[in-house]
């Protein structure tokens, strides 16, 4: 199904279903990244506010909420199975005024991310492509269980993260802090598979190939828990190296807690991910500051 066909049904256009289709909940991941970003550049926030609270903005609610209303959009025959009452399959959002929504988002997000600077409109600019690639045909990374996660965590997690050290420093972030993002951002890709048992039906019946429906609940969960974990003992082990043992036994104490979480998640997969989500995922975001703090601690990161 193209990006432009099967309008939706005649329904009267109801304005608070624009904030629905944006997700507002779906925010927070990548506006914490960002800031994880800023704190582990070492530069000092005092006369930095306007561009921390612009990339911050821009990162949540512009792209984070451009790329939900995208997804929503390319995904209405599949919400039209799994969850009918949503903005665009119900009617609330109607004709194309879910694709209009997010084409708006994404103008918006290439000219504040022109303020940002050349790193800034560049991360911009992958973070958008990647949002649709992610949801629209032909490309539509979703219909892929290891494709899928892993554009998501990326965008969710590493590219803010590399984007909020970058705009400070103005300049490309010291390796330490490329190799930590990308180590969080591959963790995220558990998170996301985690986040596809919600829609496990509807994946399963227009042809979505996430790891739940390939691989079953129980190892793709399996699966996800491993990510996950394996991400973080990388990084714990890079502090240690860099001489940040503390930091690395505070990462170590959220992990534990979180194997604790898992094996409670192992037992029911499928009923238990959305608790997982609010549970582990929490320790998961908690530990990425303490290795921002820790990146910033060492003095000549930037």
């Known amino acids: 199904m193209s990006v432009t066909d099967n309008l939706q049904p005649d329904g009267q256009f109801q304005p608070k279903a624009v904030l629905e289709v944006v997700h507002p909940i779906t925010w927070f991941p990548p506006m914490w990244a960002y800031g994880c970003g800023v704190v582990s550049s070492g530069v000092p926030v005092q006369g930095n506010w306007p561009w921390i609270i612009l990339g911050i ?9 451009m790329s939900q209303a995208a997804n929503d959009w390319c995904d209405r025959h599949v919400d039209a199975i799994n969850e009918p009452d949503r903005p665009i399959p119900s009617g609330r959002l109607p004709g194309r005024a879910g694709l209009y929504i997010a084409l708006i988002m994404t103008a918006l997000a290439f000219a504040l991310g022109g303020l940002l600077g050349v790193w800034g ?47 400070m420093l103005q300049a490309l972030p010291d390796a330490r802090i490329i190799g930590i993002a990308l180590l969080y951002a591959l963790g ?18 227009t042809g979505v190939r996430s790891l739940p429906v390939t691989l079953g ?17 990388g990084v714990i082990a890079l502090l240690a190296v860099w001489g940040r043992p ?47 703090f820790a990146l910033r601690s060492m003095g000549d990161i930037g």
């Open 57 to 65: 903005v821009l990162a949540g609610p512009i792209v984070c909420g």
């Open 121 to 167: 409109f560049v991360a911009t600019c992958v973070a958008v492509a990647c949002a649709w690639a992610y949801s629209a045909e032909p490309v539509r990374l979703k219909r892929s269980g290891w494709w899928g996660p892993g554009v998501v965590g990326l965008c969710y997690e590493g590219l803010p993260w590399f984007t909020g050290a970058a705009v």
């Open 188 to 205: 995220a890709h558990g998170i996301m598979t985690l986040n596809d048992f919600k829609a496990l039906d509807g994946d399963s019946a």
């Open 217 to 233: 609940p129980e190892r793709a969960a399996r699966l996800a828990c491993f990510v996950m974990a394996g991400a973080q003992v």
């Open 246 to 292: 503390m930091f690395a036994a505070a990462i170590s104490a959220s992990l534990i807690a979180q194997i604790l979480a898992m094996r409670v998640l192992l037992r029911d997969p499928k009923g238990r991910a959305p608790w997982y989500n609010g549970t582990g995922v929490l320790l998961y975001v908690s530990g990425m500051m303490v290795a921002a």
